[in-house]
């Protein structure tokens, strides 16, 4: 068992940043992948970042390669989503996951979820 929470979402205008974390419970964190997902009002909730369980594999959805970085600390059981030159596209609640696999990018395929955090960009 797994428990997750963010943290670290708020209001920012366009070309800001913002880090947001993701700290879990339990002893086996270090053995899940992790990943962030993103749901703005209105739309399906979309992958956005993964990172296997060392953190030596990482994945991004195409819409954030080079603006978004994922990484984590197993030692403090946290995993982080550093974002810049944020765009008010970006604007929705985002979500840390935990799987057993790395790689994959369908939110139903992932077993434990957080509650979200809200990231709002302002243009």
């Known amino acids: 068992q797994v428990q997750l929470v963010e943290s670290g979402g708020g209001l920012v205008q366009a070309g800001g940043s913002l880090r947001l974390s993701c700290a879990a419970s339990?002893?086996?964190?270090?053995?899940?992948?992790m990943g962030w997902f993103r749901q703005a009002p209105g739309k399906e909730r979309e992958f956005v970042a993964g990172?296997?369980?060392?953190?030596?594999?990482?994945s991004y959805a195409d819409s954030v390669k080079g603006r978004f970085t994922i990484s984590r600390d197993n030692a403090k059981n946290t995993v982080y989503l550093q974002m810049n030159s944020l765009k008010p596209e970006d604007t929705a609640v985002y979500y840390c996951?935990?799987?057993?696999?790395?790689?994959?990018?369908?939110?139903?395929?992932?077993?434990?979820w957080g509650q979200g955090t809200q990231v709002t960009v302002s243009s």
């Open positions: 339990g002893r086996t964190f270090s053995s899940y992948a």
């Open positions: 996951a935990a799987d057993r696999y790395f790689g994959r990018v369908v939110a139903i395929e992932y077993d434990y």
């Open positions: 990172i296997n369980w060392s953190g030596g594999g990482t």
